[in-house]
Protein backbone atom coordinates (compact mmCIF):
# COMPACT_ATOMS: atom_id res chain seq x y z
CA UNK A 1 0.00 0.00 0.00
CA UNK A 2 1.49 3.50 -0.77
CA UNK A 3 2.30 6.24 1.59
CA UNK A 4 -1.00 8.31 -0.40
CA UNK A 5 -3.11 5.58 0.24
CA UNK A 6 -2.47 5.39 3.69
CA UNK A 7 -2.72 9.02 3.77
CA UNK A 8 -5.90 9.07 1.83
CA UNK A 9 -7.12 5.73 4.66
CA UNK A 10 -6.71 8.54 8.10
CA UNK A 11 -8.14 11.38 6.24
CA UNK A 12 -11.37 9.18 5.73
CA UNK A 13 -11.51 7.87 9.36
CA UNK A 14 -11.81 11.28 11.00
CA UNK A 15 -11.77 14.80 10.27
CA UNK A 16 -10.13 15.72 13.01
CA UNK A 17 -7.01 18.11 12.90
CA UNK A 18 -4.83 15.77 14.38
CA UNK A 19 -5.41 13.13 11.95
CA UNK A 20 -5.32 15.65 9.18
CA UNK A 21 -2.03 16.89 10.07
CA UNK A 22 -0.43 13.44 10.47
CA UNK A 23 -2.15 12.42 6.77
CA UNK A 24 -0.15 15.41 5.83
CA UNK A 25 3.32 14.17 7.24
CA UNK A 26 2.74 10.65 5.53
CA UNK A 27 2.72 12.24 2.38
CA UNK A 28 5.90 13.61 3.14
CA UNK A 29 7.68 10.30 4.80
CA UNK A 30 8.32 8.72 2.13
CA UNK A 31 10.72 11.55 0.17
CA UNK A 32 12.42 11.20 4.04
CA UNK A 33 11.97 9.66 7.38
CA UNK A 34 14.57 11.38 9.17
CA UNK A 35 13.88 14.99 8.82
CA UNK A 36 12.95 16.53 11.97
CA UNK A 37 12.35 20.19 13.44
CA UNK A 38 12.40 22.28 16.29
CA UNK A 39 8.95 21.83 17.17
CA UNK A 40 8.07 19.20 19.56
CA UNK A 41 4.44 18.99 18.24
CA UNK A 42 5.81 17.88 14.66
CA UNK A 43 7.99 15.48 15.95
CA UNK A 44 5.61 13.88 18.08
CA UNK A 45 3.38 13.51 14.68
CA UNK A 46 6.69 12.28 12.25
CA UNK A 47 7.15 9.67 15.13
CA UNK A 48 3.47 8.42 15.03
CA UNK A 49 3.60 8.96 11.07
CA UNK A 50 6.56 6.80 10.54
CA UNK A 51 5.08 3.98 12.75
CA UNK A 52 1.98 3.47 10.52
CA UNK A 53 4.09 3.27 7.66
CA UNK A 54 6.37 1.11 8.67
CA UNK A 55 3.37 -1.26 9.84
CA UNK A 56 1.91 -0.52 6.46
CA UNK A 57 5.03 -1.46 4.42
CA UNK A 58 5.37 -4.70 6.84
CA UNK A 59 3.42 -7.34 4.87
CA UNK A 60 3.93 -9.35 8.13
CA UNK A 61 0.49 -7.61 9.70
CA UNK A 62 1.96 -6.69 12.56
CA UNK A 63 0.01 -3.40 13.32
CA UNK A 64 0.91 -0.50 15.14
CA UNK A 65 1.44 0.59 19.03
CA UNK A 66 -1.44 2.39 20.01
CA UNK A 67 -0.94 3.74 23.10
CA UNK A 68 2.19 4.69 22.35
CA UNK A 69 1.15 6.58 18.84
CA UNK A 70 -2.02 8.62 20.76
CA UNK A 71 0.10 9.35 23.74
CA UNK A 72 2.43 10.79 21.12
CA UNK A 73 -0.22 13.03 19.29
CA UNK A 74 -1.53 13.99 22.44
CA UNK A 75 2.23 14.99 23.68
CA UNK A 76 1.82 17.67 21.19
CA UNK A 77 -1.88 18.99 21.65
CA UNK A 78 -0.42 19.58 25.26
CA UNK A 79 1.96 22.16 24.76
CA UNK A 80 -0.97 24.94 25.31
CA UNK A 81 -0.81 23.43 28.83
CA UNK A 82 2.78 23.36 29.61
CA UNK A 83 2.49 27.40 28.63
CA UNK A 84 -0.20 27.63 31.12
CA UNK A 85 1.87 25.68 33.68
CA UNK A 86 4.88 27.76 33.19
CA UNK A 87 2.70 31.44 33.69
CA UNK A 88 1.56 29.65 37.02
CA UNK A 89 4.72 28.84 37.87
CA UNK A 90 5.94 32.74 37.30
CA UNK A 91 2.79 34.15 39.42
CA UNK A 92 3.05 31.85 42.05
CA UNK A 93 7.35 32.97 42.37
CA UNK A 94 5.97 36.89 41.86
CA UNK A 95 3.08 36.33 44.55
CA UNK A 96 5.58 34.86 47.11
CA UNK A 97 8.32 37.42 46.35
CA UNK A 98 5.42 40.10 47.52
CA UNK A 99 4.46 38.38 50.42
CA UNK A 100 8.28 38.01 51.80
CA UNK A 101 8.32 41.96 50.64
CA UNK A 102 5.32 42.69 52.73
CA UNK A 103 6.78 40.96 55.64
CA UNK A 104 9.82 43.17 54.82
CA UNK A 105 7.79 45.80 55.11
CA UNK A 106 5.59 45.24 58.18
CA UNK A 107 8.79 44.76 59.96
CA UNK A 108 10.76 48.24 58.80
CA UNK A 109 7.16 49.85 59.68
CA UNK A 110 7.81 47.58 63.31
CA UNK A 111 11.01 49.14 64.03
CA UNK A 112 10.19 52.93 63.24
CA UNK A 113 7.82 52.74 66.08
CA UNK A 114 9.92 52.89 69.06
CA UNK A 115 11.86 55.92 67.72
CA UNK A 116 8.32 57.56 67.05
CA UNK A 117 6.66 56.32 70.24
CA UNK A 118 6.05 59.47 72.63
CA UNK A 119 6.30 57.00 75.98
CA UNK A 120 9.23 55.12 74.38
CA UNK A 121 13.48 55.39 74.40
CA UNK A 122 13.30 58.60 73.65
CA UNK A 123 10.96 59.55 76.66
CA UNK A 124 12.77 56.96 78.43
CA UNK A 125 15.59 57.63 81.31
CA UNK A 126 18.80 55.75 82.82
CA UNK A 127 19.47 56.35 86.67
CA UNK A 128 22.49 56.20 87.80
CA UNK A 129 24.05 56.98 91.37
CA UNK A 130 27.14 57.77 93.07
CA UNK A 131 26.33 55.03 95.75
CA UNK A 132 23.91 52.43 95.49
CA UNK A 133 24.59 50.59 98.62
CA UNK A 134 22.84 53.83 100.05
CA UNK A 135 20.32 55.02 97.48
CA UNK A 136 19.31 53.58 94.03
CA UNK A 137 16.36 54.59 91.68
CA UNK A 138 14.25 54.65 88.53
CA UNK A 139 12.61 56.89 86.76
CA UNK A 140 9.43 56.79 84.45
CA UNK A 141 9.35 58.14 81.28
CA UNK A 142 8.69 61.93 80.85
CA UNK A 143 10.72 62.53 83.94
CA UNK A 144 13.05 65.63 83.78
CA UNK A 145 16.78 65.04 83.02
CA UNK A 146 18.77 66.43 86.04
CA UNK A 147 21.03 65.88 88.88
CA UNK A 148 20.08 65.91 92.63
CA UNK A 149 22.05 65.35 95.62
CA UNK A 150 21.43 63.23 98.45
CA UNK A 151 21.96 62.67 101.85
CA UNK A 152 20.09 59.94 104.45
CA UNK A 153 20.87 60.41 108.28
CA UNK A 154 18.27 57.36 109.05
CA UNK A 155 16.74 54.25 107.31
CA UNK A 156 13.09 53.94 107.87
CA UNK A 157 12.55 51.00 110.64
CA UNK A 158 9.73 48.73 111.26
CA UNK A 159 8.34 48.24 114.58
CA UNK A 160 8.42 44.73 116.14
CA UNK A 161 7.69 43.17 119.64
CA UNK A 162 8.17 39.57 121.39
CA UNK A 163 7.10 37.83 124.27
CA UNK A 164 8.96 36.16 126.95
CA UNK A 165 10.00 32.31 126.45
CA UNK A 166 7.45 29.41 127.42
CA UNK A 167 8.53 25.89 127.17
CA UNK A 168 6.06 24.99 124.19
CA UNK A 169 3.75 26.84 121.39
CA UNK A 170 1.05 25.16 123.03
CA UNK A 171 2.36 25.56 127.02
CA UNK A 172 -0.50 26.70 129.01
CA UNK A 173 0.23 30.82 128.99
CA UNK A 174 -0.87 32.99 132.32
CA UNK A 175 -4.25 34.30 131.84
CA UNK A 176 -5.02 38.02 131.97
CA UNK A 177 -5.12 40.40 129.03
CA UNK A 178 -3.04 43.52 127.69
CA UNK A 179 -4.05 46.04 125.44
CA UNK A 180 -2.35 46.45 121.59
CA UNK A 181 -2.11 49.32 119.75
CA UNK A 182 -0.65 49.92 116.31
CA UNK A 183 0.47 54.06 115.50
CA UNK A 184 -2.52 56.21 116.51
CA UNK A 185 -5.71 53.68 116.09
CA UNK A 186 -7.63 52.54 119.03
CA UNK A 187 -6.07 50.32 121.49
CA UNK A 188 -7.22 46.77 121.67
CA UNK A 189 -7.54 44.72 124.45
CA UNK A 190 -6.69 40.71 123.84
CA UNK A 191 -7.72 38.24 126.04
CA UNK A 192 -5.02 35.56 127.56
CA UNK A 193 -7.86 32.30 128.67
CA UNK A 194 -9.22 29.36 127.80
CA UNK A 195 -12.31 30.92 126.91
CA UNK A 196 -11.28 32.74 123.87
CA UNK A 197 -8.79 29.82 123.58
CA UNK A 198 -5.94 32.08 123.76
CA UNK A 199 -4.16 30.56 126.42
CA UNK A 200 -1.17 29.06 124.18
CA UNK A 201 0.90 30.73 121.95
CA UNK A 202 -0.36 29.20 119.01
CA UNK A 203 -4.19 30.18 119.41
CA UNK A 204 -3.34 34.12 120.92
CA UNK A 205 -0.92 34.54 117.50
CA UNK A 206 -4.14 33.08 115.70
CA UNK A 207 -6.51 34.98 118.03
CA UNK A 208 -4.59 38.42 117.37
CA UNK A 209 -4.25 37.96 113.76
CA UNK A 210 -8.42 37.46 113.38
CA UNK A 211 -8.51 40.53 114.51
CA UNK A 212 -6.65 42.85 111.89
CA UNK A 213 -4.97 44.97 113.40
CA UNK A 214 -2.59 45.82 111.63
CA UNK A 215 0.27 43.11 112.69
CA UNK A 216 1.61 40.33 112.29
CA UNK A 217 1.48 37.53 115.04
CA UNK A 218 3.76 34.29 114.88
CA UNK A 219 5.39 31.84 117.09
CA UNK A 220 9.27 31.38 117.19
CA UNK A 221 10.66 28.46 118.57
CA UNK A 222 14.27 28.29 119.61
CA UNK A 223 17.09 26.45 121.91
CA UNK A 224 15.35 28.88 124.80
CA UNK A 225 11.49 27.44 124.10
CA UNK A 226 8.58 29.57 121.93
CA UNK A 227 8.24 33.34 121.68
CA UNK A 228 4.86 35.10 120.43
CA UNK A 229 6.64 37.64 117.81
CA UNK A 230 4.54 40.41 116.94
CA UNK A 231 5.51 42.36 113.79
CA UNK A 232 4.14 45.32 112.54
CA UNK A 233 2.27 45.70 108.84
CA UNK A 234 3.09 49.32 108.62
CA UNK A 235 6.98 50.85 108.60
CA UNK A 236 7.45 54.00 110.10
CA UNK A 237 6.17 55.66 113.33
CA UNK A 238 2.63 55.38 111.98
CA UNK A 239 3.06 51.38 112.26
CA UNK A 240 4.97 51.90 115.96
CA UNK A 241 3.21 48.98 118.21
CA UNK A 242 2.51 49.80 121.72
CA UNK A 243 1.97 46.73 124.39
CA UNK A 244 0.30 48.47 127.73
CA UNK A 245 -2.15 47.19 130.31
CA UNK A 246 -0.88 43.24 130.69
CA UNK A 247 -2.79 41.76 133.62
CA UNK A 248 -1.50 38.38 132.61
CA UNK A 249 -0.03 36.59 135.78
CA UNK A 250 -0.17 36.77 139.48
CA UNK A 251 1.26 39.85 139.59
CA UNK A 252 0.84 41.44 135.92
CA UNK A 253 3.32 41.82 132.72
CA UNK A 254 3.27 37.72 132.72
CA UNK A 255 3.50 37.94 128.92
CA UNK A 256 6.83 39.64 129.36
CA UNK A 257 7.06 41.26 126.48
CA UNK A 258 9.88 43.77 125.04
CA UNK A 259 10.15 46.19 122.66
CA UNK A 260 12.93 44.87 120.30
CA UNK A 261 12.27 47.44 117.63
CA UNK A 262 10.97 51.34 117.38
CA UNK A 263 9.10 52.18 113.97
CA UNK A 264 10.63 55.30 112.59
CA UNK A 265 10.31 56.87 110.18
CA UNK A 266 13.34 57.82 107.64
CA UNK A 267 14.74 61.07 107.82
CA UNK A 268 16.85 62.48 104.22
CA UNK A 269 17.67 65.57 102.43
CA UNK A 270 16.92 66.05 99.08
CA UNK A 271 18.85 69.26 97.44
CA UNK A 272 18.88 70.57 100.75
CA UNK A 273 15.14 69.33 101.52
CA UNK A 274 14.61 67.67 104.88
CA UNK A 275 12.04 64.76 103.99
CA UNK A 276 10.33 62.00 106.32
CA UNK A 277 9.56 59.01 104.72
CA UNK A 278 7.16 55.97 106.43
CA UNK A 279 8.73 53.83 104.03
CA UNK A 280 12.36 53.09 102.44
CA UNK A 281 10.91 53.63 99.13
CA UNK A 282 10.13 57.25 98.84
CA UNK A 283 7.74 58.74 96.07
CA UNK A 284 6.76 61.71 95.03
CA UNK A 285 9.94 64.18 96.35
CA UNK A 286 11.35 63.69 92.76
CA UNK A 287 8.79 64.15 90.19
CA UNK A 288 8.51 61.01 88.72
CA UNK A 289 11.23 59.02 90.86
CA UNK A 290 11.43 56.95 93.00
CA UNK A 291 13.85 56.66 95.84
CA UNK A 292 14.52 53.54 97.45
CA UNK A 293 16.90 53.98 100.33
CA UNK A 294 19.47 50.89 101.40
CA UNK A 295 21.84 52.90 103.84
CA UNK A 296 23.12 56.14 105.71
CA UNK A 297 25.40 58.75 104.04
CA UNK A 298 27.32 59.26 107.72
CA UNK A 299 27.45 56.56 109.90
CA UNK A 300 28.74 58.38 113.21
CA UNK A 301 29.11 61.63 114.37
CA UNK A 302 32.65 61.66 113.93
CA UNK A 303 32.38 60.82 110.48
CA UNK A 304 31.82 63.25 107.49
CA UNK A 305 28.67 62.78 105.59
CA UNK A 306 29.05 61.94 102.17
CA UNK A 307 25.86 63.20 100.39
CA UNK A 308 25.09 60.36 96.78
CA UNK A 309 24.44 62.28 93.32
CA UNK A 310 22.20 61.12 91.62
CA UNK A 311 22.05 61.72 87.74
CA UNK A 312 18.87 61.38 85.66
CA UNK A 313 19.46 61.79 81.89
CA UNK A 314 18.19 60.33 78.50
CA UNK A 315 18.52 57.00 77.63
CA UNK A 316 21.51 57.40 74.89
CA UNK A 317 22.11 53.73 74.95
CA UNK A 318 18.53 52.37 73.82
CA UNK A 319 17.55 55.21 71.43
CA UNK A 320 20.82 54.35 69.68
CA UNK A 321 19.86 50.47 69.67
CA UNK A 322 16.45 51.61 68.38
CA UNK A 323 17.98 53.69 65.36
CA UNK A 324 20.60 50.85 64.66
CA UNK A 325 17.26 48.49 64.34
CA UNK A 326 15.65 50.78 62.14
CA UNK A 327 18.97 51.07 59.70
CA UNK A 328 18.99 47.20 59.32
CA UNK A 329 15.40 46.48 59.11
CA UNK A 330 15.52 48.87 56.30
CA UNK A 331 18.33 47.73 54.32
CA UNK A 332 16.65 44.16 54.62
CA UNK A 333 13.38 46.13 53.28
CA UNK A 334 15.71 48.20 50.15
CA UNK A 335 17.93 44.85 49.61
CA UNK A 336 14.61 42.51 48.92
CA UNK A 337 13.30 45.01 46.62
CA UNK A 338 16.40 45.80 44.50
CA UNK A 339 16.86 41.75 44.33
CA UNK A 340 13.31 41.20 42.91
CA UNK A 341 14.16 44.57 40.13
CA UNK A 342 17.27 44.02 39.27
CA UNK A 343 18.65 41.45 36.18
CA UNK A 344 21.14 38.98 37.64
CA UNK A 345 24.41 40.14 36.40
CA UNK A 346 25.64 36.46 35.94
CA UNK A 347 22.71 34.47 34.45
CA UNK A 348 20.78 37.89 32.89
CA UNK A 349 17.26 36.39 34.12
CA UNK A 350 15.60 38.95 35.23
CA UNK A 351 13.75 39.53 38.31
CA UNK A 352 11.43 38.06 40.12
CA UNK A 353 9.38 41.54 40.31
CA UNK A 354 11.13 42.96 37.14
CA UNK A 355 8.37 44.83 35.44
CA UNK A 356 5.74 44.60 38.21
CA UNK A 357 4.90 48.69 38.55
CA UNK A 358 3.07 48.53 42.15
CA UNK A 359 6.79 47.27 43.45
CA UNK A 360 8.50 50.47 41.26
CA UNK A 361 6.63 52.43 43.07
CA UNK A 362 7.11 50.96 46.23
CA UNK A 363 10.72 51.50 46.10
CA UNK A 364 9.79 55.34 44.92
CA UNK A 365 7.76 56.07 47.90
CA UNK A 366 9.71 54.91 50.59
CA UNK A 367 13.15 56.76 49.22
CA UNK A 368 11.51 59.67 48.85
CA UNK A 369 10.04 59.52 52.55
CA UNK A 370 13.52 58.36 53.52
CA UNK A 371 15.37 61.46 52.24
CA UNK A 372 12.69 63.92 53.77
CA UNK A 373 14.32 67.06 55.73
CA UNK A 374 12.99 69.71 58.18
CA UNK A 375 13.87 73.11 58.32
CA UNK A 376 15.92 74.63 61.61
CA UNK A 377 16.12 71.97 64.19
CA UNK A 378 19.37 73.12 65.67
CA UNK A 379 21.09 71.32 62.34
CA UNK A 380 19.21 68.02 62.50
CA UNK A 381 17.52 68.32 59.32
CA UNK A 382 17.40 64.87 57.91
CA UNK A 383 18.78 61.22 58.53
CA UNK A 384 22.18 62.56 57.03
CA UNK A 385 22.78 64.98 59.27
CA UNK A 386 22.77 62.60 62.30
CA UNK A 387 24.90 60.46 60.50
CA UNK A 388 22.74 58.07 59.07
CA UNK A 389 23.82 58.14 54.83
CA UNK A 390 22.12 56.48 51.82
CA UNK A 391 24.43 54.37 49.64
CA UNK A 392 23.84 54.03 45.92
CA UNK A 393 21.81 51.07 46.25
CA UNK A 394 19.74 52.70 48.41
CA UNK A 395 20.74 51.20 51.50
CA UNK A 396 21.92 53.22 54.48
CA UNK A 397 24.99 53.04 57.09
CA UNK A 398 25.51 54.26 60.37
CA UNK A 399 28.27 56.76 61.48
CA UNK A 400 28.86 55.92 64.90
CA UNK A 401 30.86 58.58 66.19
CA UNK A 402 28.20 61.49 64.20
CA UNK A 403 25.39 59.44 65.73
CA UNK A 404 26.42 59.49 69.41
CA UNK A 405 27.57 62.92 69.17
CA UNK A 406 23.94 64.00 67.88
CA UNK A 407 22.44 62.18 70.67
CA UNK A 408 24.76 63.41 73.20
CA UNK A 409 24.86 67.18 72.31
CA UNK A 410 21.28 67.54 70.31
CA UNK A 411 18.97 65.00 71.94
CA UNK A 412 16.02 67.03 71.41
CA UNK A 413 16.73 67.98 68.02
CA UNK A 414 17.33 64.37 67.33
CA UNK A 415 14.53 63.41 68.81
CA UNK A 416 12.21 65.85 66.51
CA UNK A 417 13.73 64.84 63.53
CA UNK A 418 11.70 61.38 64.14
CA UNK A 419 8.50 62.59 66.13
CA UNK A 420 7.64 66.02 65.24
CA UNK A 421 5.12 66.18 62.64
CA UNK A 422 7.24 67.19 59.76
CA UNK A 423 10.06 64.85 60.38
CA UNK A 424 11.64 61.93 59.03
CA UNK A 425 9.74 59.28 61.21
CA UNK A 426 6.22 60.80 60.92
CA UNK A 427 6.78 61.27 57.11
CA UNK A 428 7.58 57.36 57.21
CA UNK A 429 4.97 56.08 59.60
CA UNK A 430 2.43 58.42 57.21
CA UNK A 431 3.75 56.25 54.04
CA UNK A 432 3.68 53.49 55.34
CA UNK A 433 0.25 53.50 57.08
CA UNK A 434 -0.66 53.30 53.50
CA UNK A 435 1.40 50.80 52.23
CA UNK A 436 1.16 48.09 54.28
CA UNK A 437 -3.24 48.55 54.74
CA UNK A 438 -4.03 44.84 54.39
CA UNK A 439 -7.18 46.24 52.47
CA UNK A 440 -6.03 48.69 50.25
CA UNK A 441 -2.37 49.05 50.35
CA UNK A 442 -0.83 48.36 46.50
CA UNK A 443 1.36 44.83 47.48
CA UNK A 444 -2.11 43.66 48.75
CA UNK A 445 -3.58 44.50 46.09
CA UNK A 446 -1.24 43.33 43.79
CA UNK A 447 -0.88 39.86 45.70
CA UNK A 448 -4.62 39.67 45.30
CA UNK A 449 -5.08 40.56 41.36
CA UNK A 450 -2.15 38.12 40.30
CA UNK A 451 -3.99 35.01 43.28
CA UNK A 452 -7.16 36.12 40.96
CA UNK A 453 -4.76 35.72 37.38
CA UNK A 454 -3.79 32.35 39.07
CA UNK A 455 -7.16 30.67 39.87
CA UNK A 456 -8.60 31.59 36.31
CA UNK A 457 -5.50 30.26 35.02
CA UNK A 458 -5.61 26.63 36.88
CA UNK A 459 -9.34 27.19 35.62
CA UNK A 460 -8.44 27.15 31.77
CA UNK A 461 -5.84 24.27 32.51
CA UNK A 462 -8.73 22.15 34.38
CA UNK A 463 -11.10 22.86 31.23
CA UNK A 464 -8.01 21.97 28.80
CA UNK A 465 -7.29 18.78 30.48
CA UNK A 466 -10.44 17.57 29.93
CA UNK A 467 -10.46 18.67 26.89
CA UNK A 468 -7.33 16.10 26.54
CA UNK A 469 -9.17 13.68 27.73
CA UNK A 470 -11.80 13.66 25.09
CA UNK A 471 -9.21 14.11 22.42
CA UNK A 472 -7.87 10.32 23.92
CA UNK A 473 -10.71 8.57 23.77
CA UNK A 474 -11.75 9.70 20.20
CA UNK A 475 -8.04 9.14 19.29
CA UNK A 476 -8.11 5.16 20.81
CA UNK A 477 -11.23 4.57 19.15
CA UNK A 478 -9.66 5.88 15.48
CA UNK A 479 -6.42 4.68 16.11
CA UNK A 480 -7.68 0.78 17.09
CA UNK A 481 -9.54 1.07 14.35
CA UNK A 482 -6.34 1.68 11.57
CA UNK A 483 -4.62 -0.41 13.89
CA UNK A 484 -7.27 -3.27 12.76
CA UNK A 485 -6.81 -2.31 9.58
CA UNK A 486 -2.98 -2.62 8.95
CA UNK A 487 -3.72 -6.12 10.73
CA UNK A 488 -6.01 -7.36 8.05
CA UNK A 489 -3.58 -5.39 5.65
CA UNK A 490 -1.61 -9.34 4.26
CA UNK A 491 -4.57 -11.30 3.75
CA UNK A 492 -6.50 -8.33 2.03
CA UNK A 493 -3.65 -8.00 -0.37
CA UNK A 494 -3.74 -11.67 -0.64
CA UNK A 495 -6.88 -11.97 -2.04
CA UNK A 496 -6.34 -8.57 -4.35
CA UNK A 497 -3.36 -10.17 -5.35
CA UNK A 498 -5.90 -13.70 -6.38
CA UNK A 499 -8.43 -11.75 -7.62
CA UNK A 500 -5.87 -9.97 -9.93
CA UNK A 501 -4.49 -13.37 -10.82
CA UNK A 502 -7.90 -14.27 -11.83
CA UNK A 503 -9.02 -11.70 -14.28
CA UNK A 504 -5.38 -12.45 -16.04
CA UNK A 505 -4.89 -16.14 -16.36
CA UNK A 506 -2.52 -15.62 -19.13
CA UNK A 507 -0.02 -13.54 -17.42
CA UNK A 508 0.04 -16.14 -14.42
CA UNK A 509 0.53 -18.97 -17.13
CA UNK A 510 3.28 -17.26 -18.50
CA UNK A 511 5.02 -16.97 -15.39
Given at each position: MSTSSIGSLLSSLSTSSTNESLAQLLGQSSASNSNSTSSSATGALQDAANAIINSATNTSGSGIDVTSTVDAILMADAQPEETMDAQVSADNSQISALQSLQTNLTAFQSSLEPLTDFTGDFSALTVSSSNNDVVSATAANGTEADTHTITV???????????????????????????????????????????????????????????????????????????????????????????????????????????????????LTVDGIPIDSASNTVTGVIPGVTLTLSGVTQTSAAEPSNPVTLQISPNLTGVATDINNFVTSWNTLIQAINSGLQTNSSTGAAGTLSGDSTVDSLQEQLLSALSSSMSGNNGAVNLQSIGIDMQDDGTLSVDSTTLNNALQNNFSAVQNLF???????????????????????????????????????????SDFQQQLQNTQTQLMAEYTTINTTLEQLPQTLQQINSQLSALNPSSSSSS
Open positions: QNLATTSADYSASFSSATAALPTGSFQLQVGSNTAVTIPVDSTDNTDTLTGLATYINNQNLGVNASVINDSSGSRLALVSQTSGAAGEITLSSDTTGTNGNGMGFTDAVDGKDASQSMDGVGQTLTNALTSLTDPVTGPLSLDINGINSQVTDLNSQI
